[in-house]
């Protein structure tokens, strides 16, 4: 018996197949591009990522053998947008979570129902990252399109539809759009009447978990599987992450380092309070159901590092293409063992929470001619780990304590990395025998589906395994933590120079 989890991300699918024990028999991965043509705009060819996801779950199928394959689930990008014909066809690309042109629509949304109010309904405060404000903006960029769309859908529901399934939109999913009742768990009709949309251009919202049908006989063939797979839906990419790490209780944070970086937690109870509205924290329904979710945001996480080596690490790639060698493990090699000399501000698309200043822009600080750009490479590494310290601090004030954290995502493959993280939170970071959460969440939702496991509980108990521990050094905790005391100053000196830009 097999299961397959595919993960849809802002920059790359990985497609993998895993045993009912969460063993990797197979993967693919693609990636592919945001289109970035204008300050705040973050658009994708949602056609593209389909083919591309194809091409992933055909590799990963090819490794594993696909015959005994019984579900399929996802795990995907949250809150991107793509408008649909009546034909199931898009009608403009994607419009992704990082595209922040609908500032004035968030603001519009505030303005006509309150942003405390709305967040208390939905548990997401108006931000333009909300699905709801990329449909307003649509309307206003392209009312000739909006006029043609017969559905609005996620990344989830466009590919359970591609694959030929019913196109579902899970609950994790659903509750990010800012449309959605979160204690109703329906689509909110005082938020649509109240900007003239109806709620039938959303997909039908399911528990994550629910079975979508079976793949279309054609489709099979061509990726080697059999006919009889089963479709589930799963759920937004945090969520899953959160499953293949057990985060299925409270107390637990999850470290996901991918394109974004994230510090996720479960709630046992909807935290709809003052602080986590101010903090920009967000309240949705976790893909473990009778849970809740939230997590901080650093919208470039793994992006920074992509940006800082396909513009400053041209020797690297030279050399790990010479030597066979990632250019990121490389680079990691190279960058100074102790505190970089420079400060590095990770603000490049804005700073994510508790502030989320979408003026807010990078800073270099402390440069001199002795500066190497592997001290800068070091210094992006302190500064997006100086933010995630940040945001633990500012979720335990809002009456989250998180006591063990560990480590998935790419980020999670670098071990200088996560032992910089452990220093600077000053606490033990856990590796787990799979680094890839996202997918083996997903799978263990395709295997609740068909009866593999008997509950989720079940499938984390026989899945998910630490591997390795990264405990905090006590000389880089004391330098790190006087260190972190002049990183505050940073954001707050050079906001006013931003503004100007």
Known sequence: MKLIGLDVGTTGCKAIVFDPEGRILGEGFREYEVICEAPAKAEQDADRVWELAKEAVREAVAKAGGRDVQAISLSVQGDAIIPMDGDGRPLHPAILGMDYRSSPQAEQCAKVLGGFELFEQTGMRPHPMNSLTKVLLLRELAPAIFDKVAKI?????????????????????????????????????????????????????????????????????????????????????????????????????VVSTGTAEVLSTALDRPLLSKAMFDSFYPCYLHASQGLYFTFSLNHVGGILLRWWRDNFAFQEIADGRDKGADPYRLIDDR???????????????????????????????????????????????????????????????????????????????SSSWLQLKADILNRPLWTLRCHEAACLGAALLAGTAVGIYKSLQEAVAQTVCHEQEFAPCTNRVAAYSERYEIYQQLYPSVRELHCKL
């Open 153 to 253: 859908v996620t990344y989830e529901d466009f590919i359970l539809g591609k694959l030929g399934g019913e196109a579902v939109i899970d609950y994790t999913m659903a509750s990010r759009t800012m449309a959605f009742d979160l204690r109703g768990l329906r689509w909110s009709e005082s938020i649509h009447r109240a900007f003239g949309l109806d709620e039938s251009i959303w997909s039908r919202p399911v528990p994550s978990g629910t079975a979508a049908g079976t793949i279309r006989r054609e489709l099979a063939d061509e990726l080697g599987l059999p006919a009889s797979l089963v479709l589930v839906a799963g759920g937004h990419d945090q969520t899953c992450a959160a499953l293949g790490a057990g985060a299925i209780r409270p107390g637990l944070g």
């Open 335 to 413: 960058m100074p063992k102790g505190l970089s000399p420079i400060m590095f501000l990770p603000h490049l698309n804005g700073s994510g929470t508790p502030g989320c200043d979408l003026k807010s822009k990078g800073a270099v600080v402390g440069l001199t001619l002795a500066t190497t750009r592997h001290d800068v490479a070091k210094a992006i590494l302190e500064g997006l780990t100086f933010e995630l310290k940040l945001n633990l601090e500012t979720m335990l004030s809002c009456g989250m304590r998180i006591e063990e954290l560990v480590a998935v995502g790419g980020g999670a493959k």
